[in-house]
């Protein structure tokens, strides 16, 4: 199986701040990952796929970048409806695996 | 407006069994592949299981490969996961989601989510 390392597994950042997240596969996923955002109590939701394509009606601070196998969710500029875990996602190869989760708090 | 609404979890015994359904609306149901995935308490993501929109191809996850079966009728709208011989370890959180088949596999529509208690 196809093994997704996120980094950190947590931050604390302020709003207004480019924050960061970092997904990297254990072997090529091509531009076949996906990032979600998941607030306590709720289902995920889908915010960037095929690496770097934002989802419809998600704002325009979220982005996506890909480097070989290291991929990278940035919020350009923290907002406070961004608390929340973060989720990378790869769908080249089945069974389709998620990361472990990075916890964004606002201090 | 998709809405995708699970239903039928529960507390099950070790071995025991139970039918997650997931009721939806809102889109032509029989276009879409549909997936489960599952959450433990405190736990991070993991997919279960997908159908095709036909019904025609299935495939899961070994953790729950000849416990569980996906199933689909298209005339009902209605997703379903028949889960039996349960573990302690399949406690969690089961959701149903929309795979909008637009750059490999994705889940854009999920479900409240429906909680499964094993325990005895």
């Known amino acids: 199986d196809i093994q997704l390392t996120q980094s950190p597994s947590s931050l604390s950042a302020s709003v207004g701040d480019r924050v960061t997240i970092t997904c990297r596969a254990s072997?090529?996923?091509?531009?076949?990952l996906n990032w979600y955002q998941q607030k306590p109590g709720r289902a995920p939701q889908l915010l960037i796929y095929?690496?770097?394509n934002l989802q419809s009606g998600v704002p325009s601070r979220f982005s996506g970048t890909e480097s070989g196998t290291d991929f990278t969710l940035t919020i350009s500029s923290l907002q406070p409806e961004d608390s929340a875990t973060y989720y990378c996602?790869?769908?080249?190869?089945?069974?389709?695996?998620f990361g472990q989760g990075t916890k964004v708090e606002i201090k | 407006e998709v809405q995708l609404v699970e239903s039928g979890g529960g507390l099950a015994q070790p071995g025991g069994s139970l039918r997650l359904s997931c009721a939806v609306s809102?889109?032509?149901?029989?276009?879409?592949?549909m997936h489960w995935v599952r959450q433990a308490p405190g736990r991070g993501l993991e997919w279960v299981s997908r159908?095709?929109?036909?019904?025609?191809?299935?495939i899961y996850a070994d953790s729950v490969k000849g416990r569980f079966t996906i199933s689909r009728d298209n005339a009902k709208n209605t997703l379903y996961l028949q889960m039996n011989s349960l573990r302690a370890e399949d406690t969690s959180v089961y959701y149903c989601?929309?795979?909008?088949?637009?750059?490999?596999?994705?889940?854009?529509?999920w479900g409240q989510g429906v909680l499964v208690t094993v325990s005895s």
């Open positions: 989601a929309r795979d909008p088949l637009q750059f490999g596999t994705a889940f854009d529509y």
């Open positions: 809102g889109f032509t149901f029989s276009n879409y592949w």
């Open positions: 159908i095709t929109s036909d019904g025609s191809s299935i």
């Open positions: 072997q090529s996923v091509s531009r076949y």
């Open positions: 095929g690496a770097f």
């Open positions: 996602q790869q769908s080249h190869t089945t069974p389709w695996t």
